[in-house]
T-cell receptor, first 111, second 114 residues
Framework: GDSVTQMEGPVTLSEEAFLTINCTYT??????LFWYVQYPGEGLQLLLK?????DKGSNKGFEATYRKETTSFHLEKGSVQVSDSAVYFC??????????FGTGTSLTVIP | ETGVTQSPTHLIKTRGQQVTLRCSSQ?????VSWYQQALGQGPQFIFQ???????GRGNFPPRFSGLQFPNYSSELNVNALELDDSALYLC?????????????FGPGTRLTVL
């Protein structure tokens, strides 16, 4: 069946460091891919998305590119801030209207 | 614009009981999905409703059922509760039935089964 596998955490970085959180997926057809974020004490919210191969989603300095050849959707940010501390979830929506989330990666950014 | 709301916030039930959780979609949204999130895990998709019809289902047994009402509010019903049903239950609404659409999540209902 379809699934999402993302890099296990927790991840701890210093402010202004480069961030990569790996995400790979298994799906038939052409899913849409998402990164959701959960800040401390808040609900899940969309960070970015890409709906077809080679699309790049971006928001708040974060980017991820939909790579069909490697079935990946890695999240990157060039310079993290303390305010980026959160749990990040990679997710897919398949053409059967089913949704799959990864297990989440906890990021802590220290000043 | 009102966001997605869920009730109750917390709930404690005993094994074998039945529970109903409620969700009010964001204004203008006609699609709602329900998820189960165990502690330290990602959300697991239960099902999705579009215009009062179930439109997609994850790997959950039939004792998990739902309803969507004409005003697009929604219920999740769980019968014969088991200890493993203890989790955070999230609902999410979107403005149309499309896998490209953004889902807006509610704060969740924390269910504890004793």
């Amino acid at each position: 069946g379809d699934s999402v596998t993302q890099m296990e955490g927790p991840v701890t970085l210093s402010e202004e460091a480069f961030l990569t959180i790996n995400c790979t997926y298994t799906a038939t057809g052409y899913p849409s891919l998402f990164w959701y974020v959960q800040y401390p004490g808040e609900g899940l919210q969309l960070l970015l998305k890409a709906t077809k191969a080679d699309d790049k989603g971006s928001n708040k300095g974060f980017e991820a590119t939909y790579r069909k050849e490697t079935t990946s959707f890695h999240l990157e940010k060039g310079s993290v801030q303390v305010s980026d501390s959160a749990v990040y979830f990679c997710a897919l929506a398949n053409t059967g209207n089913q949704f799959y989330f990864g297990t989440g990666t906890s990021l802590t950014v220290i000043p | 614009e009102t966001g997605v709301t869920q009730s109750p916030t917390h709930l404690i039930k005993t094994r074998g009981q039945q529970v109903t959780l409620r969700c009010s979609s964001q204004s203008g949204h006609n699609t709602v999905s329900w998820y189960q999130q165990a502690l330290g895990q990602g959300p697991q998709f239960i099902f999705q409703y579009y215009r009062e019809e179930e439109n997609g289902r994850g790997n959950f047994p039939p004792r998990f059922s739902g309803l969507q009402f004409p005003n697009y509010s929604s219920e999740l019903n769980v019968n014969a509760l088991e200890l493993d049903d203890s989790a955070l239950y999230l609902c999410a609404s979107s403005s149309r039935l499309s896998i490209t659409d953004t889902q807006y999540f509610g704060p969740g209902t924390r269910l504890t089964v004793l």
